[in-house]
């Protein structure tokens, strides 16, 4: 199979039903949306978790454990959550490195998940809206301690590191640490892009390139993806024969409601229109057991 794809679909995001009317966060309508996903050719389903009662993010390993058993039950298909977004309104107060990874910890020692988030670096969350208006946005942080916890964590569970770039930085420093655990599985390089925030690149085939490049100094074996916060991903495949045009084409793709301001429509939608532009390029997503060997050091 040439130029394979992963579709990841993103359910919903730590914005709550404030920003975000239309996410799944009960957890009948996350496995409701996530099995829609995966009939629709999605390959891997990352969704946060909410507290039932206050409609926020609460990433526990009791709400997580259910959903995912619930989903993978159905579905064949990675499945994995989240961390504590830090500095943002649910998570303002400092974590340890345990604190914040507690659930990741809980749900591979049982088995659960295949892939962890480990985002290696800290950057300025807001959006243009929210500039022009006054109003202070976050840092979202992530100290160099709770990225090597991750990827001990990760080393320890034989789990795949999925890094959010958001920032060219974020992809020197995550590189340079990885190659300090010897013998763990190399990352997935989620590349974000973002038209309403106002980190790193927008969503252009130049930023693309760019990204690329620096990932084949720092680790050119391996995968990557684009995704973001705020974006509508769609340029990026409709540009033509994207995976082919740059300059190593082992690109992937994330869809979804993760970063979509004030977001509509199921997940499942986005899942089926990017599932029929990939087919389109000759790009048929892969199945579990063709991801697995990609990934397995």
């Not at 790193?200 to 993806?225: C, H, K, S, T």
Request: one cysteine or more; hydrophobic letters at 35%.
């Amino acid at each position: 199979m040439q130029n394979p794809v992963w579709l990841e679909v993103a359910l919903n995001g730590p914005w709550s039903r404030e920003r975000q009317p239309a996410i799944p966060v009960h957890a009948d309508e996350i496995v409701e949306d996530a099995i829609a996903c995966a009939a629709e050719g999605a390959s891997i389903i990352h969704f946060h978790p909410y507290d039932p009662v206050t409609g926020r993010q609460r990433d526990d390993y009791e709400i997580y454990a259910p959903i995912i058993e619930r989903i993978r039950a159905k579905a064949d298909v990675i499945c994995y959550g989240t961390l504590p977004f830090a500095g943002d309104v649910d998570a303002k107060d400092a974590l340890s490195p345990e604190k914040c990874y507690s659930a990741v910890e809980k749900l591979a020692g049982a088995g659960l998940i295949e892939w962890s988030v480990v985002d290696p670096g800290s950057t300025n969350i807001s959006t243009r809206k929210d500039v022009a208006s006054g109003k202070q946005g976050f840092v979202y942080s992530n100290p160099e301690s709770h990225i090597r916890h991750g990827l001990d964590l990760c080393h320890r569970h034989k789990l795949t590191p999925s890094y959010a770039i958001y920032e060219p930085g974020f992809m020197r420093l995550g590189a340079a640490l990885r190659r300090t655990v010897t013998g763990m599985s190399p990352p997935v390089y989620r590349l974000m892009f973002s038209d309403n925030f106002t980190f790193g690149f927008p969503p252009e085939e130049w930023a693309v390139e760019a990204y690329v490049r620096l990932l084949g100094i720092e680790e050119p074996d391996a995968q990557w993806m684009v995704a973001g916060l705020g974006v509508q991903i769609d340029p990026l495949v409709d540009c033509g024969d994207p995976w082919r045009s740059y300059s190593r084409g082992s690109g992937r793709c994330a869809v979804g409601s993760c970063g979509l301001e004030r977001g509509t429509g199921k997940s499942s939608e986005s899942a089926y229109r990017a599932q029929r532009r990939y087919t389109s390029h000759c790009c048929p997503s892969t199945r579990t057991s063709e991801r697995l060997t990609v990934l397995t050091p």
